[in-house]
C-alpha cells in the first residue's frame, strides 16, 4: 500500500524547504514547487485533476466539495501567488514567501484525514 497523501505531501514541503530556494532568489522555483506538491495532495485526496487545471478551476472544483473558507482561502492564496511569480515574473517579499510555506503546511494538515493516532496523541499531552 501506497503512504497517505498528506505523508507524501508533507515530506515534500520539508524539503523544498529545507532547499532554501527563494532565499536564493529561486522564486519562480519555490513557488512552482510548492504549488505542484499542493496540486499532487489534491489530486491523491480529493480525485481533482489539479495538475492539469488552472488555478481558477482548481479552486472552483475545491469550493465545490465545501471545503472550510480559511483553508480554501490559504490555498487561492498559495496558487495565484504562485502564478504571479511564474508568469508575471512578480518578486514576493520575504513574509509573503514564508506565508506560502506555513499556508501550505495549514492547508495540508487542515484537510488531512484524522486518524487514531491523533487522538492518542491529544491523551497523552494532556
Known sequence: ???????????????T????????????????????????????????????????ETLERIHRIKMNESLAGKLAFILHTADLVKFAKLVPMPDENEKTMGYAYDFINGTRPVVQADFSRKEVES
Open 1 to 15: 500500500p501506497s503512504r497517505p497523501a498528506h505523508e507524501l505531501a508533507l515530506e515534500a514541503l520539508r524539503k
Open 17 to 56: 524547504e529545507s532547499e532554501k530556494l527563494w532565499q536564493q532568489g529561486l522564486f519562480k522555483l519555490y513557488h512552482s514547487n510548492v504549488s505542484d506538491i499542493l496540486r499532487e495532495y489534491i489530486e491523491r485526496s480529493y480525485d481533482i485533476n489539479a495538475l492539469e487545471l488552472t488555478s481558477d
